[in-house]
């Protein structure tokens, strides 16, 4: 024990405060986060303390958290930090647990956000983007995500993340993109590759296909049409034949390449007429009702009428029992198009539009129970169409509008330009002059989802174009050259056989079935998706990216497979990065054994979602980062990459390999203001990270993200940051006073637990429980339950017990007493458990508050391990003798304080209390000095007065053995005379 001097007991009572032994420490009560934090990454950058980790950490079991790029484009905003600070959470845990836990930093450089940002610039510069050549395009692209790369890294950075940021990971790399173009000459090798027709989301502004993920859903109004087509034949229903059948429809624009009618078979369906009593005097809008019947699902025939009457006073006619036939009798009927007759020489409208069999998707919830069918413009349509031989049209270009030869069509604008699709525009116009139209409304109370673009805030289209797709009903076959991968179970498993059974469907959803989801619910999403998700649409129209390396036989429209001219490509990218492919001379690429007369060469690009599904090949087993390996330990993202990076990793990995790139995932929910609404610019409630940084400290931000119950939406706003900071001081104090009061321990003044005091060996025995509970929640990702069972033990068994009751102790017992060592004994143990728990939450206080006790200049929190923590430690009984304490504690608390809000009493050291003995496994004395109060005396009830007892003069206690105000007591008259 270090030899500390005797006070001088010659002291007049004013000077007793120069011999107690107050705590002692540099380590300031105010933070100055925003201040002191840019100071700790600096000493953290010249000691290399990540390299230092991974060099102490070398060989040791791996936890690999594989990052998940986000878009090099603009400041990182809190959805960002959130994902980043729980990374960093993650990784720190687990290197705490004693683990090799990497972390390699990526970022998605290819796509629409990027070109879109160049195009924006360009129209601020009245620059076409089509004038510009392509290579000056996309090398301006590649600068502008260099850029940001280096932006966000820095705001990265300064949120304390800690990684491998001197070498990340970037899409764009000509490494990255060489693998990329391989991954997909695998799936081209093994066969799961074709070319096809279907109707995708397409955005007419920036003209290319988009993926699920690249699509968000907003609430509009549509014009709502009903539309007659007229009954030509009906073999199972003669009588029908003359009759129109009705379709209800919110895209009027896609009547003109209507080529089928979809009837349920079990639906019910029964002929209509308008009252001719009722019909309008407009002779145009009279000549679509007079004398017509209508065909209408029965149990929509009012839903119809309901329509016609509001807009027009049209009341409906039901016909007889008679008038009524089921679905399947419309088998082999057909109908004429109603624009058949104003274009009569047109081969495309004057063809029979047959009934077909729509059972799998007709309803009877809305519209009529009859379904117009264009398959250039929907998915059941496209599918209806095809198993019947009806092919799409391609009517639509890549800008939205009609091709020049449907001339009569106009050009003014999109498909979906609010004219074009109005109840008065050209389409409706043109129905109801061919007395077609039944009925046109933009209904402004009927709302519902319709998708648009993410980037440009567009509505977008389902439009049918050749694209490139993998299936995902096809049974897979391997490429030769699959690596062995480690499965979930840590066994090296050479991926799929040649010649396995399964889909990539069915391959995908076996191996979500193996996979860890944190919450569990993300399971049955991703599950859901997989499931009913078509083929994967790979090819896009941009300019930005890695295009689709293949070469097509003219002819046979076939993609040339051979693995020498693949391994030539793969070769070029390597070099040269995507930009190899559209400056090749690609005589060369294909060797003496093809003529490139004969090939179409490729130009689409890769679908983002492909080049970040890949990582997992070009980061994790490419061994540019010897210290990764796949499948990664975690994915972690937001609950949107379901459809996004969880999802297109998976159908690569699986596609390619047989096996998931992960053992688990891991989602949180999206960040809302204060109020619980989505954040927006436009509607100004943002909050900039950089801001809250700034004020605050970054460690305010970190403690926020590990607190908030993450699995689901959660808030932030001023308020919220306000509560945080209040938590993180009183967690600050509770450092800055065990710092205090372990100035100048050391070994030697150690006490063994055998030979502590019951209340120091409680302590240790909650520290034990608290421990397991807390390596627990790491095990789990549980960072809130974490993070409130950490500040519940420090503030509420701690600060507000423990410490309470020692600090007179700590101030006034003489140094060498036992009680006092076993106090200071177990303060350090609790300070070295504490450090590292707090580390991996607030890392740069844990670093401040490891500096302040130990001020070696390399020495780091960081480079620690878990806290040995000894099981032995608990104890059941003790636990339950002390709850039995604390609860009576409690009570006199509870029993003390109105005294003390009347005044009567200023501190709990004023209070003498009586209390029934006989229920507590302490003494008078010891209980006394459980509650800090001047005296116990044994009582039927809880009772409270103020103490008639004087005041010692150095350590302020009111006590029987103080003869009068100022003198000492007997312990302090010990300590200081000996």
């Known amino acids: 024990m270090t030899d500390t001097p005797k006070p001088d007991a010659d002291k007049s009572a004013s000077d007793y405060k120069d011999t107690v032994f107050l705590p002692k420490t540099s380590f300031p009560m105010k933070a100055g986060l925003a201040n002191k934090e840019p100071g700790i990454l600096a000493r953290w950058e010249e000691i290399g303390l990540y390299e230092r980790l991974r060099e102490e950490r070398k060989g040791k079991e791996q936890f690999i958290l594989h990052d998940g790029p986000p878009y090099a484009n603009g400041n990182i905003h809190i959805g960002h930090s959130l994902n980043k600070i729980l990374k960093d959470l993650v990784v720190r845990s687990q290197s705490l647990l ?296 391609f009517a639509v270009e890549g800008d939205g509008q009609y091709r020049e030869d449907w001339s009569w069509l106009p050009r003014s604008g999109s498909v979906i330009n609010k004219k074009f699709v109005a109840p008065d525009g050209p389409i409706c116009s043109d129905l109801k002059e061919a007395g077609a139209l039944l009925s046109a409304k933009n209904d402004e109370s009927t709302l519902h989802s319709y998708p648009h673009s993410w980037r440009s805030k567009a509505k977008v289209i389902y439009r049918c174009t050749p694209q490139w797709f993998v299936p995902l009903d096809t049974p897979l076959t391997a490429s030769s050259d699959v690596p062995p991968v480690e499965d979930a179970e840590g066994e090296m498993v050479q991926g799929h056989a040649e010649g396995i059974a399964a889909t990539l469907r069915e391959t995908a959803l076996s191996e979500i079935d193996k996979t860890r989801f944190v919450p569990e619910r993300g399971k049955r999403r991703l599950q859901s998706m997989v499931e009913g998700r078509p083929d994967w649409v790979l090819s896009r129209q941009r300019a930005w990216g890695v295009p689709i390396a293949l070469y097509v036989d003219r002819k046979s429209g076939e993609y040339l497979n051979d693995p020498a001219v693949n391994a030539r490509i793969i070769e070029a990218f390597r070099a040269g990065g995507a930009d190899a492919w559209f400056d090749a001379d690609h005589a060369a690429l294909l060797g003496s054994d093809y003529s490139l007369d004969d090939y179409e060469v490729i130009t689409d690009i890769l679908d983002v979602w492909f080049d970040s599904g890949s990582t997992h090949s070009f980061v994790l087993e490419s061994g540019k980062w010897p210290n990764l390996r796949s499948p990664a330990d975690l994915y972690l993202e937001g609950s949107d990459q379901h459809r996004g990076w969880f999802q297109s990793s998976l159908l690569e990995s699986c596609g390619t390999r047989g096996v998931a790139p992960y053992k688990a995932l891991l989602t949180h929910g999206m960040t809302l203001d204060k109020t619980g609404k989505k954040m927006s610019k436009s509607l100004g409630n943002t909050l900039d990270p950089q801001k809250i940084i700034n004020v605050n400290g970054a460690d305010i931000l970190r403690l926020w993200a590990a607190s908030v119950d993450f699995t689901e939406d959660h808030r932030i706003g001023d308020e919220i940051i306000r509560g945080v900071s209040d938590t993180y001081r009183k967690l600050r104090n509770t450092f800055r006073y065990m710092i205090g009061g372990l100035n100048d321990f050391d070994d030697s003044e150690r006490v063994a637990v055998a030979d502590m005091p019951e209340l120091e060996r409680y302590i240790l025995h909650r520290l034990a429980e608290v421990d397991a509970e807390l390596k627990q929640n790491v095990n789990d990702f549980a960072f809130g339950p974490y993070m409130r069972t950490l500040t519940a033990f420090m503030q509420e068994e701690l600060s507000a017990f423990f410490f309470d009751i020692r600090k007179d102790c700590l101030y006034c017992d003489d140094p060498a007493d036992m009680k006092r060592r076993a106090y200071r004994t177990v303060m350090d143990v609790l300070f070295h458990a504490l450090t590292r728990y707090i580390a991996p939450v607030l890392c740069f206080t844990a670093e401040e508050v490891w500096q302040a006790r130990f001020e070696d200049a390399n020495d780091s929190i960081h480079l620690k391990v878990w806290p040995q923590v000894d099981a032995g430690w608990i104890d059941a009984n003790l636990a339950g003798k002390w709850q039995t304490i604390r609860e009576a504690r409690e009570k006199v608390t509870e029993a003390i304080e109105p005294l003390r809000q009347e005044k009567t009493i200023r501190s709990s050291l004023e209070a003498e209390v009586t209390y029934p003995l006989a229920d507590l496994p302490v003494d008078a004395v010891q209980f006394a000095e459980i509650c800090i109060v001047a005296d116990v005396t044994d009582g039927e009830s809880v009772s409270v007065t103020k103490t008639a007892h004087a005041k010692c003069g150095r350590c302020w206690r009111l006590l029987p053995d103080v003869p009068e105000d100022g003198a000492l007591c007997g312990r302090c008259d010990s300590v200081l005379n000996g």
């Not at 029908?240 to 009547?255: N, S």
């Not at 399947?328 to 007759?341: N, R, T």
């Open 98 to 393: 004693g683990k090799d836990a990497p972390y390699v930093p990526g970022w998605d450089c290819h796509g629409l956000p990027i070109e879109w940002k160049i195009e924006e610039a360009y129209r601020k510069k009245k620059r076409d983007k089509d004038e510009v050549p392509a290579k000056e395009f996309r090398a301006e692209c590649r600068e502008y995500a260099d850029k940001w790369v280096g932006v966000q890294r820095e705001e990265f950075k300064r949120l304390g993340i800690m990684g491998e940021w001197d070498k990340p990971y970037l899409t764009m790399d000509y490494d990255a993109e060489a693998t990329i173009v391989g991954e997909l000459l695998k799936f081209a090798e093994a066969g799961q590759l074709y070319r096809g027709a279907k109707p995708i989301m397409w955005s007419p502004v920036e003209k290319t296909a988009l993926a699920e993920a690249e699509v968000e859903y907003e609430d509009i109004t549509s014009t709502q049409i009903d539309v007659a087509f007229k009954i030509d034949k009906c073999p199972n229903t003669p009588e029908l034949e003359g009759a129109h059948a009705v379709i209800w429809t919110t895209t009027p624009w896609t009547i003109p390449v209507n080529q089928a009618l979809a009837y349920g078979a079990d639906v019910e369906y029964r002929l209509v007429w308008a009252n001719p009593d009722t019909l309008p005097d407009d002779p145009e809008l009279r000549g679509c009702f007079d004398g017509k019947r209508f065909l209408i699902a029965s149990q929509l025939v009012g839903q119809f009428g309901d329509r016609l009457e509001k807009l027009y006073g049209i009341n409906i006619v039901m016909g007889s029992s008679e008038d009524v036939v089921l679905g399947s009798q419309l088998a082999g009927a057909i109908a004429k198009h109603p624009m058949a007759d104003r274009f009569s020489n047109s081969e495309f409208y004057t063809k029979p539009r047959p009934f077909l069999d729509g059972s799998d998707f007709v309803t009877t919830e809305a519209g009529t129970g009859l379904v117009h069918m264009a398959p250039d413009h929907g998915e059941d349509d496209f599918d209806l169409c095809k198993a019947n031989g009806i092919n799409p049209v």
